[in-house]
Structures are given as C-alpha cells and as structure tokens.
C-alpha cells in the first residue's frame, strides 16, 4: 500500500490539528495502521495504532486522551485527530500500513509496518 499522509502544519498549543493518511490499494481494509513521530535529534516513537477491523486502537501514554486515530475503509484513509496540542509534540508524523491476518490485532512497534508515508510536519509553538 502506498500512503500519503497530510494535514500537518504551524499551530498554537493548544490548538487542534487533524492528520489524514490516504492508501492507494483496495486491500486498504485488509490492514493495520498507525501514526508514529519523530522529533529533531530523537528517534521515531509510536503514538496511535488502530486493528484491521477498527474496534482495538492503542495509545502511546503521552498523548491518550488527547489523540484520536480512527479508519474510513470506504475512502481507503486512516486519520489522527490531536487536540491540545503541546510543544512536545512537535515532529515529523509519519504513516504506516501492514497486512494484518488477524482482523482484531493491534501493533505498536515499527518492525511490524511495512508500508510508509512520507511524513507530514507538525510545529507546536508554546
């Protein structure tokens, strides 16, 4: 699957941002996703997961109840709806995408993601 992530930009904190991740095949609802971050210096981290059937999703503890990652099969797209935000937000977000056999499996590391978007800036000033 081939991912292009978007919505990234300049905000306050505090503000709200909304990603979207868009996947190019029609096996899209055959896989798992999630949203990592890298910050300037820091290595990639995960922050939101969701399974293949869209009932299970995991939270990384630094953002649970602020983000919100959700799926549209019919539309082939996954988003991250940050609220809140910080400044210890700031990175680049990037997209994943696996074929997942178990439809209710959530994955939070990134050996378990094959397929990539190219990232999308998010800038939090304080």
């Known amino acids: 699957v081939q991912l292009q992530a978007s919505g990234g930009g300049l905000v306050q904190a505090g503000d709200s941002l909304r990603l979207t991740c868009a996947g190019s095949r029609r096996t899209f609802n055959m896989h798992r996703m999630a949203w990592f971050r890298q910050a300037p210096g820091k290595e990639r981290e995960f922050v939101a997961a969701i399974s293949r059937n869209g009932y299970n999703t995991h939270y990384a503890d630094s953002v649970k109840d602020r983000f919100t990652i959700s799926r549209n099969n019919a539309e082939n797209t996954f988003t991250l709806q940050m609220n809140n935000l910080k400044s210890e937000d700031t990175a680049v977000y990037y997209c994943?995408?696996?074929?997942?056999?178990?439809?209710?499996?959530?994955?939070?590391?990134?050996?378990?993601?094959?397929?990539w978007g190219q990232g999308t800036l998010v800038t939090v000033s304080s």
């Open positions: 994943a995408s696996n074929y997942a056999r178990r439809p209710e499996v959530v994955q939070i590391t990134p050996d378990e993601y094959h397929d």
